[in-house]
Nanobody, 124 residues
Framework: QVQLVESGGGLVQPGGSLRLSCAASGFPFSFSMYAMGWYRQAPGKEREWVAGSSSGGSTYYADSVKGRFTIARDNDKNTVYLQMNRLKPEDSAVYYC????????????????WGQGTQVTVSV
């Protein structure tokens, strides 16, 4: 019933941009109450926290993406976005969104809800 559905992934050249979307539905509480986050995992690498958005609208970024990625949320659309600019090959990964009432859990990877992931490939 609870769903987080990512979209927007694909193949892009280095230096290009993609905007990922994560549409939430079926939450037991209002979407606006949830902290949202983005993680990514590349083959053979550890899962990496990318960005987060608190229920109050504060945003946070991993150093590796700071200045290039922007997390935003539209509570009216129950959607969180990840705008990715100036993409690098090392950004290639499966990107997952997550959600939890506690921001801490979205940050540490213990969020209650996770999306299915969307593949981002940055390559020539």
């Amino acid at each position: 019933q609870v769903q987080l559905v990512e979209s927007g992934g694909g193949l892009v050249q280095p230096g290009g941009s993609l905007r990922l979307s994560c549409a939430a539905s079926g939450f037991p509480f209002s979407f606006s109450m949830y902290a949202m986050g983005w993680y990514r995992q590349a083959p053979g690498k550890e899962r990496e926290w990318v960005a987060g958005s608190s229920s109050g609208g504060s945003t946070y970024y991993a150093d590796s993406v700071k200045g290039r990625f922007t997390i935003a949320r539209d509570n009216d659309k129950n959607t969180v976005y990840l705008q990715m600019n100036r993409l690098k090959p090392e950004d290639s990964a499966v990107y997952y969104c997550n959600a939890d009432l506690a921001y801490f859990d979205t940050r540490t990877g213990s969020a209650r809800y996770w999306g299915q992931g969307t593949q981002v490939t940055v390559s020539v």
